[in-house]
């Protein structure tokens, strides 16, 4: 790809064969031509706005989406960060759309503290040990390989059992409006 080149494209052949689709079949699919769709994926042609929305639409996208993906590296790659609390100690990483937490604490530490989360779904998978989550209406015992997926936004509690390994994600939900 040229260094002036601010968009690739060639993105395109990627998710057309992610879809198991010819040329024909994502112009079939998208009503853009199978020449224009081989010069973007080529990045020999920029794309107009209805060009992207069709195409994106081809692959169940947004426009937005298409173009973000080529307009950025499909690779991202970020550091750890790493924070503790309430005798809970966290090793982190964080995208736009995820946090992932490698969460360790020892028996009868106890951590709360939902102010910190977005509307985010959360799931918590017990590496090692036990560990307890108390949700306003319910109470959840997890042992190594059990797992557990909740709205975020929700009062909880997490308390160690015993020492206790565990991932935690956080899933950004998609736009409700």
């Known amino acids: 790809m040229s260094t002036e080149t601010r968009f690739d494209f060639s993105v395109l052949r990627t998710l057309r064969r ?10 079939e699919a998208s009503g853009v031509s199978v020449a ?3 010069k973007l ?3 020999q042609q920029t794309a107009a706005i209805d060009t992207l929305y069709r195409l ?3 692959f169940g996208l947004s426009a937005t ?3 973000s993906m ?4 499909l690779a991202h790659r970020v550091g750890e960060k790493s924070h503790a609390h309430g005798g809970f100690s ?3 990483i964080r995208y736009a759309n995820l946090a992932a937490l490698l969460g360790s604490a020892p028996q009868g530490a106890a951590i709360s503290r939902p102010e910190v989360h977005r509307d985010d779904t959360e799931a918590c998978w017990v590496l090692e040990g036990e560990l307890r989550l108390k949700l306003p209406h319910e109470t959840c015992n997890l042992t190594a390989g059990d797992s557990v997926q909740f709205d975020a936004i929700q009062e909880h509690t997490y308390e160690a059992l015993t020492d206790t390994r565990f991932l935690i994600l956080h899933l950004r939900k998609d736009k409700r409006y």
């Open 18 to 27: 992610q879809h198991d689709m010819t040329l024909n079949g994502l112009s």
């Open 36 to 38: 224009v769709i081989s």
């Open 41 to 43: 994926e080529r990045n």
């Open 56 to 58: 994106g639409r081809a």
């Open 65 to 67: 989406d298409l173009l």
């Open 70 to 73: 080529a307009e950025s590296s």
């Open 90 to 92: 966290f090793r982190e």
